[in-house]
Protein backbone atom coordinates (compact mmCIF):
# COMPACT_ATOMS: atom_id res chain seq x y z
CA UNK A 1 0.00 0.00 0.00
CA UNK A 2 1.06 3.73 -0.64
CA UNK A 3 -0.05 7.19 0.72
CA UNK A 4 -3.57 7.35 2.75
CA UNK A 5 -6.38 9.34 1.61
CA UNK A 6 -9.46 10.26 3.33
CA UNK A 7 -12.15 12.98 3.07
CA UNK A 8 -13.76 14.65 6.11
CA UNK A 9 -11.26 16.95 8.39
CA UNK A 10 -12.34 15.33 11.50
CA UNK A 11 -11.54 11.48 10.37
CA UNK A 12 -8.16 9.88 11.04
CA UNK A 13 -6.18 9.65 7.73
CA UNK A 14 -5.31 6.14 8.56
CA UNK A 15 -9.06 5.31 8.30
CA UNK A 16 -8.83 3.61 4.57
CA UNK A 17 -5.69 2.96 2.51
CA UNK A 18 -5.08 3.91 -1.30
CA UNK A 19 -2.48 3.74 -3.72
CA UNK A 20 -0.07 6.44 -4.12
CA UNK A 21 3.13 7.74 -4.54
CA UNK A 22 4.55 8.39 -0.74
CA UNK A 23 5.89 4.55 -0.75
CA UNK A 24 5.67 3.07 -4.21
CA UNK A 25 5.69 -0.29 -4.26
CA UNK A 26 6.67 -2.22 -7.04
CA UNK A 27 4.80 -2.01 -10.41
CA UNK A 28 3.59 -4.67 -10.56
CA UNK A 29 2.00 -4.56 -6.83
CA UNK A 30 -0.08 -0.93 -8.13
CA UNK A 31 -3.67 -0.69 -8.81
CA UNK A 32 -4.25 0.63 -12.25
CA UNK A 33 -5.80 3.52 -12.41
CA UNK A 34 -5.68 4.79 -16.00
CA UNK A 35 -5.61 4.04 -19.65
CA UNK A 36 -1.97 5.01 -19.63
CA UNK A 37 -1.62 2.11 -16.76
CA UNK A 38 -3.53 0.06 -18.67
CA UNK A 39 -1.59 0.01 -21.74
CA UNK A 40 1.93 0.10 -20.05
CA UNK A 41 0.94 -3.66 -17.96
CA UNK A 42 0.13 -4.69 -21.65
CA UNK A 43 -3.69 -5.24 -20.73
CA UNK A 44 -4.97 -3.25 -23.48
CA UNK A 45 -3.89 -2.24 -26.83
CA UNK A 46 -2.82 1.15 -28.22
CA UNK A 47 -5.71 1.43 -30.17
CA UNK A 48 -7.94 1.41 -27.24
CA UNK A 49 -6.41 3.99 -25.23
CA UNK A 50 -8.78 6.96 -26.28
CA UNK A 51 -11.89 5.42 -25.84
CA UNK A 52 -10.67 4.39 -22.23
CA UNK A 53 -9.56 7.98 -21.83
CA UNK A 54 -12.89 9.50 -22.30
CA UNK A 55 -14.71 6.64 -20.30
CA UNK A 56 -12.19 7.25 -17.18
CA UNK A 57 -13.08 10.62 -17.38
CA UNK A 58 -16.91 10.08 -16.19
CA UNK A 59 -16.30 6.85 -14.11
CA UNK A 60 -13.45 5.44 -12.00
CA UNK A 61 -10.85 2.92 -12.84
CA UNK A 62 -9.04 0.52 -10.63
CA UNK A 63 -8.07 -3.13 -11.58
CA UNK A 64 -6.20 -4.10 -8.36
CA UNK A 65 -3.19 -6.81 -9.16
CA UNK A 66 -4.98 -9.57 -8.21
CA UNK A 67 -7.73 -9.33 -10.78
CA UNK A 68 -4.42 -7.99 -12.90
CA UNK A 69 -3.28 -11.30 -12.84
CA UNK A 70 -6.01 -13.11 -13.69
CA UNK A 71 -6.56 -11.11 -16.51
CA UNK A 72 -5.57 -12.93 -19.83
CA UNK A 73 -7.70 -10.42 -22.75
CA UNK A 74 -9.48 -6.89 -22.45
CA UNK A 75 -12.93 -9.16 -23.13
CA UNK A 76 -12.45 -11.99 -21.30
CA UNK A 77 -14.76 -13.25 -18.12
CA UNK A 78 -12.10 -10.75 -15.64
CA UNK A 79 -11.05 -8.42 -17.57
CA UNK A 80 -15.04 -7.37 -19.03
CA UNK A 81 -15.56 -7.21 -16.01
CA UNK A 82 -13.09 -4.40 -14.77
CA UNK A 83 -11.09 -3.15 -18.11
CA UNK A 84 -13.43 0.28 -19.46
CA UNK A 85 -14.88 0.32 -22.64
CA UNK A 86 -15.77 3.11 -24.77
CA UNK A 87 -19.80 1.87 -24.72
CA UNK A 88 -19.80 2.58 -21.49
CA UNK A 89 -20.78 6.24 -22.47
CA UNK A 90 -23.60 4.88 -24.47
CA UNK A 91 -26.89 5.51 -22.38
CA UNK A 92 -29.93 3.24 -22.96
CA UNK A 93 -33.17 5.19 -22.92
CA UNK A 94 -33.68 2.31 -19.87
CA UNK A 95 -30.78 3.16 -18.23
CA UNK A 96 -30.76 5.77 -14.74
CA UNK A 97 -28.51 7.55 -12.60
CA UNK A 98 -30.02 5.69 -9.14
CA UNK A 99 -31.35 2.63 -10.69
CA UNK A 100 -32.51 1.10 -7.01
CA UNK A 101 -33.55 4.20 -6.23
CA UNK A 102 -30.89 5.04 -2.93
CA UNK A 103 -30.91 8.46 -2.95
CA UNK A 104 -34.81 8.93 -2.14
CA UNK A 105 -34.84 6.34 0.59
CA UNK A 106 -31.96 8.29 2.63
CA UNK A 107 -33.04 9.56 5.65
CA UNK A 108 -29.07 11.02 6.51
CA UNK A 109 -26.28 10.84 4.75
CA UNK A 110 -25.03 6.97 4.23
CA UNK A 111 -28.19 5.34 5.13
CA UNK A 112 -30.71 3.71 2.84
CA UNK A 113 -34.11 2.75 4.58
CA UNK A 114 -35.93 0.84 2.14
CA UNK A 115 -37.03 -2.72 4.19
CA UNK A 116 -38.79 -2.14 7.46
CA UNK A 117 -36.62 -4.29 9.87
CA UNK A 118 -32.91 -3.50 7.65
CA UNK A 119 -31.24 -0.63 6.57
CA UNK A 120 -27.85 0.11 4.46
CA UNK A 121 -25.23 1.92 6.28
CA UNK A 122 -22.45 2.90 3.62
CA UNK A 123 -19.58 4.57 5.62
CA UNK A 124 -17.48 4.74 2.39
CA UNK A 125 -17.59 4.76 -1.18
CA UNK A 126 -14.12 3.30 -1.85
CA UNK A 127 -13.59 -0.09 -3.39
CA UNK A 128 -10.64 -2.26 -4.38
CA UNK A 129 -11.73 -2.74 -7.89
CA UNK A 130 -14.51 -0.64 -10.13
CA UNK A 131 -16.96 -2.60 -11.90
CA UNK A 132 -17.65 -1.53 -15.10
CA UNK A 133 -21.64 -2.77 -14.43
CA UNK A 134 -21.50 -1.12 -10.75
CA UNK A 135 -25.19 0.34 -10.30
CA UNK A 136 -23.30 2.54 -7.98
CA UNK A 137 -20.93 4.14 -10.11
CA UNK A 138 -21.77 7.60 -10.62
CA UNK A 139 -20.60 7.95 -6.74
CA UNK A 140 -17.63 5.25 -6.12
CA UNK A 141 -14.27 6.30 -6.47
CA UNK A 142 -11.27 6.86 -4.22
CA UNK A 143 -11.72 10.46 -3.93
CA UNK A 144 -14.03 10.54 -1.51
CA UNK A 145 -17.48 9.22 0.02
CA UNK A 146 -15.48 8.47 3.73
CA UNK A 147 -18.32 9.61 6.31
CA UNK A 148 -16.85 11.93 8.41
CA UNK A 149 -16.88 11.36 12.40
CA UNK A 150 -19.99 13.81 12.57
CA UNK A 151 -21.69 11.88 9.19
CA UNK A 152 -21.17 8.85 11.30
CA UNK A 153 -22.36 9.88 14.45
CA UNK A 154 -25.74 10.98 12.89
CA UNK A 155 -25.88 7.28 10.97
CA UNK A 156 -25.36 5.76 14.59
CA UNK A 157 -28.05 8.55 16.02
CA UNK A 158 -30.47 7.22 13.46
CA UNK A 159 -30.26 3.45 13.67
CA UNK A 160 -30.55 4.32 17.67
CA UNK A 161 -33.70 5.76 16.95
CA UNK A 162 -35.41 3.12 14.82
CA UNK A 163 -35.54 0.31 17.11
CA UNK A 164 -37.75 -1.65 14.40
CA UNK A 165 -34.37 -2.16 12.23
CA UNK A 166 -33.01 -5.20 13.34
CA UNK A 167 -30.33 -5.30 10.42
CA UNK A 168 -27.76 -3.20 9.21
CA UNK A 169 -25.92 -4.16 6.01
CA UNK A 170 -22.31 -2.85 5.32
CA UNK A 171 -21.57 -1.60 1.93
CA UNK A 172 -20.21 1.29 0.16
CA UNK A 173 -18.18 1.26 -1.49
CA UNK A 174 -16.55 -1.79 -0.08
CA UNK A 175 -16.50 -1.81 4.06
CA UNK A 176 -12.99 -3.44 3.71
CA UNK A 177 -11.53 -0.96 2.91
CA UNK A 178 -11.78 0.64 6.16
CA UNK A 179 -8.83 0.32 8.64
CA UNK A 180 -8.98 -2.35 10.95
CA UNK A 181 -9.60 0.32 13.97
CA UNK A 182 -12.37 2.04 11.78
CA UNK A 183 -14.22 -1.01 10.98
CA UNK A 184 -14.28 -2.50 14.59
CA UNK A 185 -15.17 0.68 16.10
CA UNK A 186 -18.43 1.03 13.68
CA UNK A 187 -19.08 -2.75 14.03
CA UNK A 188 -18.92 -2.02 17.82
CA UNK A 189 -21.48 0.54 17.94
CA UNK A 190 -23.50 -1.02 15.88
CA UNK A 191 -23.60 -4.12 17.88
CA UNK A 192 -24.29 -1.70 21.22
CA UNK A 193 -27.83 -1.28 19.58
CA UNK A 194 -30.19 -3.75 21.70
CA UNK A 195 -32.39 -3.91 19.19
CA UNK A 196 -29.65 -4.62 15.84
CA UNK A 197 -29.43 -8.42 16.19
CA UNK A 198 -27.82 -9.07 12.48
CA UNK A 199 -24.67 -7.60 10.68
CA UNK A 200 -23.96 -8.19 7.29
CA UNK A 201 -20.96 -6.73 5.74
CA UNK A 202 -21.02 -7.22 1.79
CA UNK A 203 -17.32 -6.50 0.09
CA UNK A 204 -15.35 -7.74 -2.94
CA UNK A 205 -12.22 -7.09 -1.15
CA UNK A 206 -11.81 -11.13 -0.50
CA UNK A 207 -11.46 -11.70 -3.76
CA UNK A 208 -10.37 -8.83 -5.45
CA UNK A 209 -7.63 -7.45 -3.16
CA UNK A 210 -7.40 -10.94 -0.41
CA UNK A 211 -4.10 -9.44 0.85
CA UNK A 212 -5.80 -6.72 2.74
CA UNK A 213 -7.69 -9.03 4.22
CA UNK A 214 -5.29 -9.73 7.24
CA UNK A 215 -5.96 -11.24 10.61
CA UNK A 216 -6.23 -8.08 12.09
CA UNK A 217 -9.01 -6.99 9.42
CA UNK A 218 -11.00 -10.48 9.73
CA UNK A 219 -10.35 -9.64 13.70
CA UNK A 220 -12.22 -6.20 13.50
CA UNK A 221 -15.59 -8.28 12.67
CA UNK A 222 -15.81 -10.31 15.40
CA UNK A 223 -18.97 -9.31 17.24
CA UNK A 224 -21.53 -11.19 20.06
CA UNK A 225 -24.32 -10.53 16.97
CA UNK A 226 -25.30 -12.62 13.97
CA UNK A 227 -22.57 -11.22 12.00
CA UNK A 228 -22.40 -12.64 8.22
CA UNK A 229 -19.56 -12.06 5.28
CA UNK A 230 -21.54 -11.46 1.67
CA UNK A 231 -18.42 -11.68 -0.71
CA UNK A 232 -19.12 -10.37 -4.43
CA UNK A 233 -18.00 -12.67 -6.89
CA UNK A 234 -18.84 -13.42 -10.32
CA UNK A 235 -16.60 -15.49 -12.02
CA UNK A 236 -15.23 -19.09 -10.49
CA UNK A 237 -11.40 -18.01 -11.25
CA UNK A 238 -11.86 -15.29 -8.92
CA UNK A 239 -11.36 -17.88 -6.07
CA UNK A 240 -7.67 -17.97 -6.12
CA UNK A 241 -5.54 -19.72 -3.53
CA UNK A 242 -4.85 -15.80 -2.14
CA UNK A 243 -8.62 -15.37 -1.95
CA UNK A 244 -9.02 -18.79 -0.22
CA UNK A 245 -6.59 -18.14 2.28
CA UNK A 246 -8.72 -14.77 3.09
CA UNK A 247 -12.15 -16.44 3.31
CA UNK A 248 -10.45 -19.31 5.70
CA UNK A 249 -9.27 -16.47 8.15
CA UNK A 250 -12.50 -15.04 8.28
CA UNK A 251 -14.07 -18.89 8.55
CA UNK A 252 -11.76 -19.33 11.60
CA UNK A 253 -13.78 -16.82 13.46
CA UNK A 254 -16.84 -18.32 13.24
CA UNK A 255 -17.98 -15.88 10.72
CA UNK A 256 -20.50 -17.69 7.86
CA UNK A 257 -19.92 -16.91 4.29
CA UNK A 258 -22.90 -15.98 1.82
CA UNK A 259 -21.75 -15.08 -2.41
CA UNK A 260 -23.50 -13.16 -4.15
CA UNK A 261 -23.10 -12.75 -7.98
CA UNK A 262 -24.74 -11.10 -10.77
CA UNK A 263 -25.54 -12.00 -14.31
CA UNK A 264 -23.23 -10.51 -16.80
CA UNK A 265 -23.13 -11.12 -20.60
CA UNK A 266 -19.87 -12.51 -21.58
CA UNK A 267 -18.83 -13.55 -17.81
CA UNK A 268 -21.21 -15.60 -16.60
CA UNK A 269 -24.24 -16.13 -18.97
CA UNK A 270 -23.98 -20.06 -19.11
CA UNK A 271 -25.07 -22.83 -17.23
CA UNK A 272 -21.35 -24.03 -17.01
CA UNK A 273 -19.84 -20.72 -15.78
CA UNK A 274 -22.44 -20.55 -13.30
CA UNK A 275 -22.03 -24.26 -12.15
CA UNK A 276 -18.09 -23.39 -11.52
CA UNK A 277 -19.07 -20.41 -9.90
CA UNK A 278 -21.30 -22.41 -7.72
CA UNK A 279 -19.60 -24.99 -7.16
CA UNK A 280 -16.26 -22.89 -6.54
CA UNK A 281 -18.36 -20.55 -3.42
CA UNK A 282 -19.35 -24.31 -1.69
CA UNK A 283 -15.89 -25.59 -1.64
CA UNK A 284 -14.71 -22.52 0.37
CA UNK A 285 -17.88 -23.27 2.68
CA UNK A 286 -19.57 -19.96 1.10
CA UNK A 287 -23.45 -20.31 0.55
CA UNK A 288 -24.52 -18.52 -2.98
CA UNK A 289 -27.17 -16.39 -1.85
CA UNK A 290 -27.92 -14.24 -4.90
CA UNK A 291 -28.11 -14.06 -8.57
CA UNK A 292 -28.91 -10.23 -9.56
CA UNK A 293 -30.37 -9.65 -12.16
CA UNK A 294 -28.09 -6.93 -13.74
CA UNK A 295 -29.49 -2.81 -12.56
CA UNK A 296 -29.72 -0.92 -15.26
CA UNK A 297 -26.84 1.84 -14.51
CA UNK A 298 -26.14 4.44 -17.05
CA UNK A 299 -23.64 2.51 -19.87
CA UNK A 300 -23.92 -0.93 -18.59
CA UNK A 301 -26.54 -2.71 -21.71
CA UNK A 302 -23.49 -4.35 -22.91
CA UNK A 303 -23.77 -7.10 -20.02
CA UNK A 304 -27.79 -7.39 -20.24
CA UNK A 305 -29.00 -10.91 -19.97
CA UNK A 306 -32.73 -11.01 -20.62
CA UNK A 307 -34.66 -12.04 -17.42
CA UNK A 308 -36.35 -15.19 -19.87
CA UNK A 309 -32.24 -16.10 -20.38
CA UNK A 310 -31.59 -16.05 -16.67
CA UNK A 311 -34.20 -18.17 -15.68
CA UNK A 312 -33.29 -20.60 -18.35
CA UNK A 313 -30.07 -21.05 -17.30
CA UNK A 314 -31.31 -21.48 -13.25
CA UNK A 315 -33.30 -24.10 -14.81
CA UNK A 316 -30.60 -25.88 -16.37
CA UNK A 317 -28.57 -25.99 -13.28
CA UNK A 318 -31.59 -27.57 -11.11
CA UNK A 319 -30.52 -31.04 -10.44
CA UNK A 320 -27.23 -30.43 -11.88
CA UNK A 321 -25.37 -28.50 -8.45
CA UNK A 322 -26.79 -29.56 -4.99
CA UNK A 323 -29.46 -27.42 -3.55
CA UNK A 324 -26.08 -25.92 -1.45
CA UNK A 325 -24.86 -23.80 -4.84
CA UNK A 326 -28.61 -22.96 -5.54
CA UNK A 327 -29.27 -19.20 -5.39
CA UNK A 328 -31.95 -17.48 -5.26
CA UNK A 329 -32.38 -14.81 -8.73
CA UNK A 330 -33.47 -11.86 -7.78
CA UNK A 331 -34.27 -8.29 -9.61
CA UNK A 332 -34.18 -5.28 -7.91
CA UNK A 333 -37.09 -3.18 -9.11
CA UNK A 334 -36.14 0.32 -10.34
CA UNK A 335 -37.38 2.82 -8.55
CA UNK A 336 -36.68 1.64 -5.23
CA UNK A 337 -39.05 -0.76 -4.92
CA UNK A 338 -37.18 -3.52 -3.04
CA UNK A 339 -36.28 -7.33 -4.74
CA UNK A 340 -38.04 -9.76 -5.65
CA UNK A 341 -37.45 -13.46 -6.58
CA UNK A 342 -37.28 -14.12 -10.50
CA UNK A 343 -37.77 -17.75 -10.43
CA UNK A 344 -37.48 -19.94 -12.74
CA UNK A 345 -41.10 -21.43 -11.71
CA UNK A 346 -41.86 -25.43 -12.22
CA UNK A 347 -45.45 -25.60 -11.92
CA UNK A 348 -47.92 -24.99 -14.99
CA UNK A 349 -50.75 -23.04 -15.21
CA UNK A 350 -52.71 -26.20 -15.36
CA UNK A 351 -51.03 -27.49 -12.21
CA UNK A 352 -48.57 -30.11 -13.47
CA UNK A 353 -45.27 -29.43 -12.28
CA UNK A 354 -41.85 -30.06 -14.12
CA UNK A 355 -39.09 -32.03 -13.40
CA UNK A 356 -35.31 -30.49 -13.57
CA UNK A 357 -35.53 -32.71 -16.73
CA UNK A 358 -38.67 -30.55 -18.50
CA UNK A 359 -40.85 -33.45 -18.03
CA UNK A 360 -44.44 -32.67 -16.63
CA UNK A 361 -46.12 -34.53 -14.12
CA UNK A 362 -49.68 -34.34 -12.87
CA UNK A 363 -50.68 -33.92 -8.60
CA UNK A 364 -52.60 -35.90 -6.84
CA UNK A 365 -55.97 -34.55 -6.66
CA UNK A 366 -56.35 -32.84 -3.04
CA UNK A 367 -59.20 -31.44 -2.68
CA UNK A 368 -61.57 -32.15 -0.08
CA UNK A 369 -58.82 -33.52 1.58
Known amino acids: MGSIQ ?22 ENLTLRSAG ?22 YEVAVSPAMRALIQTPDDPIGRQFIPDGAELQTAPFERTDPIGDGALSPVKGVVHRYADRALLKPLLICPVYCRFCFRREHVGPGGGL ?15 HPAVSEVILTGGDPLMLSPRRLRAIVGRLSALPHIQTIRIHSRVPVADPDRLTDMLASAMETDRSLWLVVHANHAREFTPAAVAALRRVRSLGIPLLGQSVLLRGVNDSAAALEALFRAMVAVRMKPYYLHQLDAAPGTARFYV ?5 RALLRDLRGRVTGLAWPTYVLDIPGGYGKVPLGPGYQDDDGAV ?6 SHDLPDRVGW
Open 147 to 161: LTDVELEAAFAWFAA
Open 37 to 58: ALLAAGLIGADAVSAIEATEAR
Open 354 to 359: RDPDGR
Open 6 to 27: TTGDDTRREDVLVDGPARLPPA
Open 306 to 310: PIDEG
